[in-house]
């Protein structure tokens, strides 16, 4: 089956704790992307992926961080997680070009105290 | 800079009744555009796209949408409403051929009322 997958679903951790949420998708994409959805804001662009080793800044890239060192794999990196980044998390995918629409994964809810 | 206005936070329609979502946009250049849906506890699933063509797209579950380019409008609309179509809609936009990012609306609620 097609997916992208995101792991995990749901963490609470605190204040400064290093985390990483995997992303993995199985459809061959060379384009992913980070989103954090908050109420009434929609769903912001974190960072974006062109493909393996090139990545670029979304409208929000403040505190994380990204890789991709694989075309499947884009983890997206808190190097000292803050209350403001409590959100909802979606990793996304698209092939082909960008007329294509996007597949999300389920989502990651994060909370940070 | 490209944006997505979504103008009403919640729709409230009695079951059988036509649906239709607003959503206005501002893009240089030629638009694309999607709409998503987003269930309760799950990911977004696209339901259809505008990329060049007919104005009226045909998407999934029965969804339509027409875009105006006057107007800078793609309204969502379905010409009769489902329970089971209560969700969280987005309308998205991103800049033609040329475009990478993908800039969301704030999303609409839609409440279907048996």
């Known amino acids: 089956e097609a997916q992208v997958t995101q792991n995990p679903r749901y963490l609470i951790t605190v204040t400064g704790k290093k985390l990483t949420v995997t992303c993995s998708q199985n459809m061959n994409h060379e384009y992913m992307s980070w989103y954090r959805q908050d109420p009434g804001l929609g769903l912001r662009q974190i960072y974006y992926?062109?493909?393996?080793?090139?990545?670029d800044k979304g409208d929000v890239p403040e505190g994380y961080k990204v890789s991709r060192k694989e075309k499947r794999n884009f983890p997206l990196i808190l190097e000292s997680p803050s209350p403001n980044q409590t959100s909802l998390y979606f990793c996304?995918?698209?092939?082909?070009?960008?007329?294509?629409?996007?597949?999300f994964g389920p989502g990651t809810r994060l909370t940070v105290l | 800079a490209q944006s997505v206005a979504q103008p009403e936070d919640q729709v409230n329609v009695a079951e059988g009744n036509p649906l239709t979502v607003k959503c206005t946009y501002s893009?240089?250049?030629?638009?694309?555009l999607f709409w998503y849906v987003q269930y309760p506890n799950r990911g977004l699933q696209f339901l259809l796209k505008?990329?060049?063509?007919?104005?009226l797209v045909k998407g999934s579950y029965g969804f339509e949408a027409e875009f105006n380019k006057s107007q800078t409008s793609f309204h969502l609309k379905k010409p009769s409403a489902l329970v089971s179509d209560s969700a969280l809609y987005f309308c998205?936009?991103?800049?033609?051929?040329?475009?990478?990012?993908?800039?969301f609306g704030g999303g609409t609620r839609v409440l279907v009322k048996p």
């Open positions: 992926s062109m493909n393996v080793e090139v990545t």
């Open positions: 998205a936009v991103r800049e033609g051929a040329a475009g990478n990012k993908l800039t």
């Open positions: 505008y990329i060049t063509g007919d104005n």
């Open positions: 996304a995918s698209r092939g082909g070009g960008n007329y294509n629409e996007q597949f």
């Open positions: 893009v240089s250049g030629n638009p694309y």
